[in-house]
Structures are given as structure tokens and as C-alpha cells.
């Protein structure tokens, strides 16, 4: 059971109001939130210290313009926060954040985490051609009718962990039929109680995983089982992964919107993997042809190697490939088998150690014997 | 299996044990295939997963990294690093289709002559029975 808190405003208006209060009554130093800029033609994260600057905050819109852990990472990468800073954050973001401060690039000290459970987020290109400000009232009626939103990220709609297990602030959406006019908020943790403490509004107790939790667990899981069969990529061997990535046109946009990839400089982008002109003469010796530019495939099972472990899934490098190639459903896949293979659940919790920094003897022992 | 198939296989070892057993290999006379190239790294867990990735887009057949014993390393951990590394690449490989058999991963000691030729020999003649890296020959990677 945690404490409920119930705010008679609609989600968006609740949230807010949250957000105001922890502002004006000197609880957080500051809010990172989305907000609209330019009069809604851009939308983006923004660190917001006075109480006024919250008029355009839109910290529920499903849409996702970065990785806000990445975000979060770079604002603690030299020193933890002096001052608490409230953060809407969706789960994904979370648990990107969590395995980046694993590995020693940010600190979870004074940040305290709003999330909510997420219903996804629509593509970045709706924000581009005008169409996501005409999907949000069929994006809400979805959401109180525990629908899967069927032109959500596609990481999105087989998405199954959108439950934020790390937020001390939980707004529910998922399932609330009157999420107009009612604004339910878990206070998970001792931090969130301390900080919502004074707030207009009824105190409660509710379980947070209700049955619509799990119709929509339910439905989720079945997309991304129906996603995974589609992308079909572990039957075809080779052709899949020239049929998929033969198309990339090398930008590294995804590796750049990755959480999880922090390098500031990238091994594919670094001196020793510049092409020499005498690597494509012993290459054209061998195939006759070459394509240009040349390691596409060895660039992304590369970038598997690197982050299929702590792939969190949310979804940024399908968005913004310019050729449409479904990298994060091969990316989840694949980090899901790697993610089984060494029981480990990234995101999940900050004190399990990511795998690759602890090594023992007694692990994997069947392959030294081969 | 193709007759005239001469594999390419990279045999990665570190420069303690991996490169003493092929030492004394040597000193023993013992033949090992000329078709496995030798490749020494100060450890195996030195040894990126990209490197051995590119071994395999860069032509080779087959890739074997060998290191100490477990317990011998001399940087005490180094080829449980390496170790869990080849079982992410294999997992990795594994679940896109593709033949995760073709990296080995073995511990010679320094005095493991015989075993160094043995593990050339088993692999060469493993990688001649499945055949050619089907990634080498494509001209659209």
C-alpha cells in the first residue's frame, strides 16, 4: 500500500499545481519539465526556478524530445546537485538515468523523481507536421479506457515496464477513468511524502498495480511479442541484418540520442576506425565491390555489444533515424537475450552492479571449456 | 565440406600464457595450422568485443582468444573480463541469427605447447567443416 494523494484538478492542472507548490514554498530549488516554447511550435525540457516560468509547462504531453536522463546525467557529471530539483521524468528516462549514475556519470543525490505510469509517447516527426497537438484528446480517452495507443514510439507500445519503480512521485494515468477532474498521486517513498507534505488535497492509502495495471502489462506484452515476431530478425541471419541496416546512411543519430551510449568521443567516430585507403584496396581484392561508406553492420552489432546490456528501451533511435530502420526493437531484442544471460535488469535498481564491472570465477565457466 | 576451403582464423593470445604455449610449441616442434594467424595482446582482457567483431567483418573465419588459466592471470581478472565479453558477443551473435560457434575461447598455460597445437587443429578443422564466414564475401556491410 502507499499514501494516495488526491488532487481535485484534471492530471495536467494536478501535476502542475505539484510542481507550483514545490516551487513556491521553497521545497525544490528548481523543476525540470517539459515546456512549450516559440507558442507551441517547440516543446523541450527545461529547468524552470521561478514559479511563473511554470505558465507554459506541459509536463504531461506525450511527447519525448530527448532522453531526459542524459539530460539529468549531464547536470551531476562533476558534482552532485548542492539544492533538491524536482524532475517529471517517464520511466524509461529513469531508468536510463539510474544505469548511467551506475556507471559514475551523474548522481541521483537531490533529485526528487516525478513520474507517472506512462501511456507512451508519440513520434517526433507529429510535432514536426502539426498532427500530435490533434491526437492528445484521443491520447487521453485511450488512457482512461486502458487502451494501447496504437500510433505511439513503437518502443512504446510494447513497452512493459512503464511502472516507475524509482520515482518517489507517482501520478497515476494508466486506467483512471476521471483523470479530467481527479488527479491521483502516489507518494512511494518517505522523500515524496516529505516533500508533497502540506498540499491541498486528500490523503488516501491505494495499491498502485490496480487491474487496469495489469490488462494493460497484459496487452503490452502481446505487442511486443507481436513486434518482435514482425522484425523477425533472429530467423534470417545475415540477410535480416543487411536487409535492416543495409539502409543506414552512417549519420550516428542513434548512437547521439542514445542514453546509454555517454562516450564523449565514440570508438566508430575515433581515430583508429578511420577507414584507410589500403583497408578498401584488401577489401575490394576479396568482394570486388564495396559499399560506401564501408562498417555499417560492424557499427551497430559494435553499439550492440556496448549497450545491449543496459538498453533500457526507450526508443530515441528509432525516432530519429532519418531512414526508418526499427533499430530499437532489434536493440531490445537483442538486449533482452544479453539482459537474461547475465540475470541482470538494467534501470531497475541503482545498487545492483552493472556486469561489467564485477568479474568471478565461478561465472560462465561453460565457455573456457570449449 | 569444401576441400579446397582454407580458413582465415585469428588466434588472439595474451602475452603470458597464451604466447608461452605457442613458445613452447615451438621448442617441442610441434606444427600448428600456417592458416592460424597469431595475434598478441598484453592480455586478453585487454581485448575490446569491437575488435573481435571487426576480426569477423575484416575476413576472418574464425576467432580463438586464449588466455591464462583461471586463477593464473597475471592482472589477476583480466580473462574473466574477457570471458564474460565473448559470452555477450555470443549472446549477442546468438540472437540475430547468427553462428556464435565460430568464436572459441580457451586457456593454454605457458607449458600447454601440445594444447595450443590441439586447439588450432580442432578449430581449424571445426571452422573447415562448417565452412566459410558468410559475412566476408559481402560486398554491402
Redesign the interface.
Known amino acids: 500500500m502507499s499514501k494516495l494523494l488526491k488532487i481535485n484538478k484534471g492530471v495536467d492542472e494536478g501535476t502542475k499545481a505539484l510542481l507550483e507548490y514545490l516551487l513556491e514554498k521553497d521545497k525544490v530549488e528548481g523543476v525540470i519539465t517539459l515546456k512549450t516554447i516559440n507558442a507551441n511550435q517547440g516543446i523541450c525540457y527545461s529547468l524552470i526556478t521561478k514559479p511563473e516560468e511554470l505558465k507554459d509547462a506541459v509536463p504531461l504531453i506525450p511527447y519525448m524530445p530527448n532522453n531526459e536522463g542524459k539530460l539529468l546525467s549531464r547536470l551531476t557529471l562533476r558534482e552532485p546537485l548542492a539544492d533538491p530539483i524536482a524532475v517529471v521524468a517517464r520511466p524509461c528516462e529513469l531508468r536510463a538515468f539510474i544505469e548511467l549514475v551506475k556507471r559514475n556519470q551523474g548522481s541521483l543525490k537531490n533529485y526528487l523523481f516525478i513520474s507517472h505510469t506512462c501511456p507512451g509517447v508519440y513520434p517526433l516527426e507529429t510535432n514536426v507536421n502539426g498532427s500530435l497537438e490533434k491526437k492528445i484528446s484521443q491520447y487521453w480517452n485511450k488512457t482512461k479506457n486502458t487502451e494501447l495507443i496504437q500510433d505511439t514510439r513503437p518502443a512504446c507500445k510494447s513497452c512493459i515496464h512503464f511502472i516507475p519503480d524509482n520515482a518517489d512521485i507517482i501520478v497515476s494515468l494508466i486506467g483512471e477513468a476521471d483523470l479530467d477532474n481527479n488527479c491521483n498521486i502516489f507518494l512511494s517513498t518517505n522523500k515524496g511524502e516529505e516533500f508533497a507534505a502540506g498540499i491541498e488535497g486528500e490523503i488516501g492509502e491505494k495499491e498502485l498495480e490496480s487491474k487496469e495495471i495489469n490488462l494493460m502489462q497484459n496487452k503490452r506484452e502481446e505487442e511486443r511479442k507481436k513486434l518482435f515476431e514482425e522484425t523477425n530478425i533472429e530467423t534470417k541471419g545475415i540477410e535480416g541484418l543487411i536487409e535492416y541496416f543495409g539502409k543506414c546512411i552512417g549519420c550516428h543519430g542513434c548512437s547521439n540520442v542514445c542514453p546509454i551510449c555517454y562516450c564523449n568521443l565514440c570508438f566508430f567516430d575515433s581515430q583508429p576506425n578511420e577507414t584507410q585507403p589500403s583497408w578498401s584496396e584488401s577489401d575490394l581484392d576479396r568482394k570486388g565491390a564495396l559499399r560506401l561508406p564501408s562498417g555499417t553492420i560492424f557499427y551497430h552489432l559494435g553499439r550492440l555489444a556496448h549497450i545491449s546490456i543496459s538498453c533500457i528501451g526507450c526508443g530515441m533511435c528509432t525516432d530519429v533515424c532519418p531512414v526508418n530502420i526499427p533499430i530499437s526493437t532489434i536493440f531490445s531484442k537483442v538486449g533482452e537475450s544479453v539482459q537474461k544471460a547475465f540475470d541482470y535488469s538494467p534501470g531497475m535498481d541503482v545498487e545492483e552492479p552493472v556486469p561489467f564491472g564485477i568479474y568471478k570465477e565461478e561465472e560462465f565457466t561453460e565457455i573456457g571449456e570449449q | 565440406m569444401n576441400k579446397n576451403f582454407t580458413p582465415k582464423i585469428i588466434y588472439f593470445m595474451c602475452n603470458w600464457c597464451g604466447t608461452g604455449g605457442a613458445e613452447s610449441a615451438s621448442a617441442h616442434h610441434l606444427y600448428y595450422p600456417e592458416n592460424v594467424l597469431p595475434y598478441r595482446v598484453n592480455c586478453t582482457g585487454s581485448l575490446?568485443?569491437?575488435l573481435i567483431?571487426?576480426a569477423f567483418?575484416?575476413?576472418a573465419d574464425g576467432v580463438i582468444i586464449s588466455g591464462c588459466h583461471?586463477?593464473d592471470c597475471h592482472y589477476e581478472?583480466g580473462n574473466?573480463?574477457e570471458?564474460?565479453?565473448?559470452?555477450?558477443?555470443?549472446?549477442?551473435i546468438?540472437?540475430?541469427?547468427?553462428e556464435e560457434d565460430r568464436i572459441?575461447?580457451?586457456?593454454v598455460a605457458h607449458g600447454e605447447g601440445k594444447r595450443f597445437v590441439d586447439t588450432t587443429t580442432e578449430f581449424n578443422d571445426y571452422i573447415k567443416k562448417i565452412g566459410p564466414n558468410?559475412?566476408?564475401?559481402?560486398?554491402?556491410?
Request: aromatic share 10%; no cysteine; charged share 35%.
Open positions: 575490446s568485443t569491437v567483431l571487426r567483418i575484416d575476413g583461471p586463477g581478472d574473466f573480463r570471458r564474460k565479453r565473448v559470452a555477450t558477443i555470443k549472446s549477442i546468438e540472437s540475430l541469427g547468427l572459441w575461447f580457451r586457456y558468410p559475412l566476408k564475401e559481402r560486398s554491402d556491410t
